[in-house]
Structures are given as C-alpha cells and as structure tokens.
C-alpha cells in the first residue's frame, strides 16, 4: 500500500474509532491498523476542538457566554460518543471501589454507573465548565485554547501506551490498541499534540502557555504510576482517564497563567 494512502487509512481509522463521525466505505477496519492509528490521536483533539471552539462561537454570538460553553462541552461530548468521559467514570468506580486488582477491573469492567462515577463525573464537568467560562472572558481566544487543550490532552495517552504494559490479559475496548507502537508513530503523536500549542503563543502573545505541558506531562505522570501500582499497566478506561484530566489540568494552567501575567 503506498505509503500516503497508508497513512490516509490510519487517521481514518482513528476517526472512525475516537469519535462518532463515519469513515469512508473504502477504509477496511484492520485490528492491527489501530495500535498505529494512535499517531493520529492528538489530530483528532484537533477535530473535537475545532468543532467545540465553532460551536462556542456561534452560541456566543446568538446567547451569551455562559450558554456558549454549554453548547462547546456538548458538542465535544456529541462528537466523541463520551468516549473518554466513560472512561473516567469507569476509573473512578474502579480504584474508588475496589482494593484488588481483580476487583478494580471487575467493577471497570460493569456497565453500570456507581457512586464514584456520578460524583466524579459531575465534578469534571462542572470545574471543565467553570474553567471554559473564566477562559471566555478574557482576551485570549477560546478556540486556541479548545483546540490545544484537546490535541494536547490526546498526547498524553499515548505516553502511555508506548511505556506501560496492557493490564487486561484478554478482551477490553483498548486491546487492539494496546500493541506498542514504533516509535515514529509517537514521534507523528508529538508533532500533532504540541503544533497547537506552539503556535497559540505567535497567535495571542501569551509565549508562557507552552510551558502548559509540564504540569500536564506531571499529572500524566503521576496518574500513570497510579494504574501501574494497582493494576500492573493500563487499560482503555485509564486512557480516557488520563486524557480528561490532562485536559481540565490545561485549562486550569491557562487560567492561572492568564490572571497573574
């Protein structure tokens, strides 16, 4: 297959597996095409932000910010199925539940939503909210923001999957992913996960922002060491996880960086 039809296959592939919008008929869904899919991951932060930054602009024009935020976080959860939402409610039932690795997979595992998950979920989304409205009212553009926040966040997962092992030993919504990628499919990872956000400081003067990967790379971290020390590596749940807190940890970081500069 030459190589750019390749490639073309691979971030449909990846559109087709992170979000709800269809492939072309010609992309034949290959298992072993989504471990290097992953490359394309951080590309599809851009679809998502891009799509929540319109809709923020067209609500912000018609009602007032507040709606516009509501309409922006609805849109991104549209566009992906809840995909990593359901992730971190599964985490959050998950280690807050169960003391065993058994258990903690058990209870990812089940479909129905616990405790943990309601509190967690309503707690993310109502600091994501408050965090999009204080980014609103300020001079910086909320679509760079939207944009970075979601590529950048996407990156962090796939840290991941290149240096943790897979946790599950079969089945699992990430076990076609979980195959270590070569490390050019990182390296085209980086590239889209950080071009948003060298390119915000040339944009809106605000040349700080790229220092928004180092507390992000820190929670990754952190979250990562977590999972390996409970379950011995990941699952497709610990990615959606880690890719929802990186992203409330960057909106947090520009907030903090826009009221004392």
Same mark, same amino acid.
């Given at each position: 297959?030459?190589?750019?039809?390749?490639?073309?296959?691979?971030?449909?592939?990846?559109?087709?597996?992170?979000?709800?919008?269809?492939?072309?008929?010609?992309?034949?869904?290959?298992?072993?095409?989504?471990?290097?899919?992953? +490359?394309?991951?951080?590309?599809? @932060?851009? /679809?998502?932000?891009? %799509?929540?930054?319109? =809709?923020? &602009?067209? !609500?912000?024009?018609?009602?007032?910010?507040?709606?516009?935020?509501?309409?922006?976080?609805?849109?991104?959860?549209?566009?992906?199925?809840?995909?990593?939402?359901?992730?971190?409610?599964?985490?959050?039932?998950?280690?807050?539940?169960?003391?065993?690795?058994?258990?903690?997979?058990?209870?990812?595992?089940?479909?129905?939503? +616990?405790?943990?998950?309601?509190? @967690?979920? /309503?707690?993310?989304? %109502?600091?994501?909210? =408050?965090? &999009?409205? !204080?980014?609103?009212?300020?001079?910086?553009?909320?679509?760079?923001?939207?944009?970075?926040?979601?590529?950048?966040?996407?990156?962090?997962?796939?840290?991941?999957?290149?240096?943790?092992?897979?946790?599950?030993?079969?089945?699992?919504?990430?076990?076609?992913?979980?195959?270590?990628?070569?490390?050019?499919?990182?390296?085209?990872?980086?590239?889209?996960?950080?071009?948003?956000?060298?390119?915000?400081?040339?944009?809106?003067?605000?040349?700080?922002?790229?220092?928004?990967?180092?507390?992000?790379?820190?929670?990754?971290?952190?979250?990562?060491?977590?999972?390996?020390?409970?379950?011995?590596?990941?699952?497709?749940?610990?990615?959606?996880?880690?890719?929802?807190?990186?992203?409330?940890?960057?909106?947090?970081?520009?907030?903090?960086?826009?009221?004392?500069?």
């Amino acid at each position: 297959m030459p190589y750019f039809r390749k490639q073309l296959t691979l971030f449909f592939t990846a559109l087709q597996f992170y979000t709800r919008l269809p492939a072309p008929k010609w992309v034949v869904y290959r298992p072993e095409n989504l471990s290097l899919s992953t +490359g394309y991951l951080p590309f599809i @932060g851009w /679809i998502v932000g891009a %799509a929540a930054g319109g =809709a923020w &602009l067209v !609500a912000d024009y018609c009602t007032t910010p507040t709606v516009a935020v509501l309409c922006s976080m609805i849109v991104s959860v549209l566009l992906t199925g809840a995909f990593h939402e359901d992730g971190f409610a599964d985490v959050c039932d998950g280690f807050g539940g169960g003391w065993t690795k058994e258990k903690i997979m058990e209870i990812m595992k089940d479909s129905r939503v +616990g405790t943990y998950a309601s509190v @967690g979920l /309503i707690s993310i989304l %109502a600091l994501k909210f =408050a965090l &999009l409205q !204080a980014i609103s009212g300020s001079e910086g553009g909320i679509v760079a923001v939207l944009v970075s926040g979601h590529s950048l966040s996407r990156l962090m997962p796939v840290f991941v999957i290149y240096t943790l092992p897979y946790a599950r030993e079969t089945g699992g919504k990430a076990k076609p992913v979980a195959e270590k990628p070569p490390f050019s499919v990182l390296a085209t990872a980086i590239v889209f996960g950080v071009m948003p956000l060298l390119a915000f400081p040339a944009v809106f003067g605000q040349p700080l922002v790229v220092m928004a990967i180092l507390p992000m790379g820190l929670v990754m971290a952190v979250l990562a060491g977590y999972f390996k020390k409970w379950i011995g590596g990941y699952t497709g749940d610990c990615l959606g996880a880690i890719q929802q807190v990186c992203e409330i940890a960057f909106y947090l970081f520009v907030v903090v960086l826009w009221k004392f500069t």
